[in-house]
T-cell receptor, first 116, second 111 residues
Framework: DAMVIQNPRYQVTQFGKPVTLSCSQTLNHNVMYWYQQKSSQAPKLLFHYYDKDFNNEADTPDNFQSRRPNTSFCFLDIRSPGLGDAAMYLC???????????????FGAGTRLSVL | DAKTTQPPSMDCAEGRAANLPCNHSTISGNEYVYWYRQIHSQGPQYIIHGLKNNETNEMASLIITEDRKSSTLILPHATLRDTAVYYCIVRVHNYGQNFVFGPGTRLSVLP
């Protein structure tokens, strides 16, 4: 029944080695979001896609990129992970549009990234 | 910055009602109040949202004051599985305004 699926749940990478996290959804939602959540902190939005339109948050480092090849999938690429990028990465989706119910965000379980 | 303030932590006895307050004194007329919770090591989970009327669903009730400057999330019969961080978020209904999560309230339901 999982609607927003993130793989893997745990990812270990080496300092400076590129890593890709994946997210898929079965909700056919227009909007997909990526959040970063560091230990004991609240989630922080990195960027989102509305269909194919990419929207970057102003303070998201260039080290973080994203791809959305189709409606169902979205990827988070970290080009050169640093120790400070160790965090939980959360993917979320929403229907988009003006109706409030379409703007409820549904989150995946997250991928916990460790950088060695 | 988050537009809400919440107590950092609360305790509640199992089986009792948990009342989680949220202040949003600068809320504007077109902003809704959303509540999410995050159980340890999981993604946030939607609970409920409202504009000005009180709302109830299978999970909780949301009470919004008449001036809309504060609200209370009520879990009527808290269970141990309700132990989580609860986030109160205000935003306009358009998708383009994204969620800004504050620190939330860590609710501990005690046996």
């Amino acid at each position: 029944d999982a609607m927003v699926i993130q793989n893997p749940r745990y990812q270990v990478t080496q300092f400076g080695k590129p890593v890709t996290l994946s997210c898929s959804q079965t909700l056919n939602h227009n909007v997909m979001y990526w959040y970063q959540q560091k230990s004991s902190q609240a989630p922080k939005l990195l960027f989102h896609y509305y269909d194919k339109d990419f929207n970057n948050e102003a303070d998201t480092p260039d080290n973080f990129q994203s791809r959305r090849p189709n409606t169902s999938f979205c990827f988070l690429d970290i080009r050169s992970p640093g120790l400070g990028d160790a965090a939980m990465y959360l993917c979320a989706t929403s229907g988009g549009g003006p109706h409030t119910a379409k703007n409820i965000q549904y989150f995946g379980a997250g991928t916990r990234l460790s950088v060695l | 910055d988050a537009k809400t303030t919440q107590p950092p932590s609360m305790d509640c006895a199992e089986g009792r009602a948990a009342n989680l307050p949220c202040n949003h004194s600068t809320i504007s007329g077109n902003e809704y109040v959303y509540w999410y919770r995050q159980i340890h090591s999981q993604g946030p989970q939607y609970i409920i949202h409202g504009l000005k009327n009180n709302e109830t669903n299978e999970m909780a009730s949301l009470i919004i004051t008449e001036d809309r400057k504060s609200s209370t999330l009520i879990l009527p019969h808290a269970t141990l599985r309700d132990t989580a961080v609860y986030y109160c978020i205000v935003r306009v209904h358009n998708y383009g305004q994204n969620f800004v999560f504050g620190p939330g309230t860590r609710l501990s339901v005690l046996p």
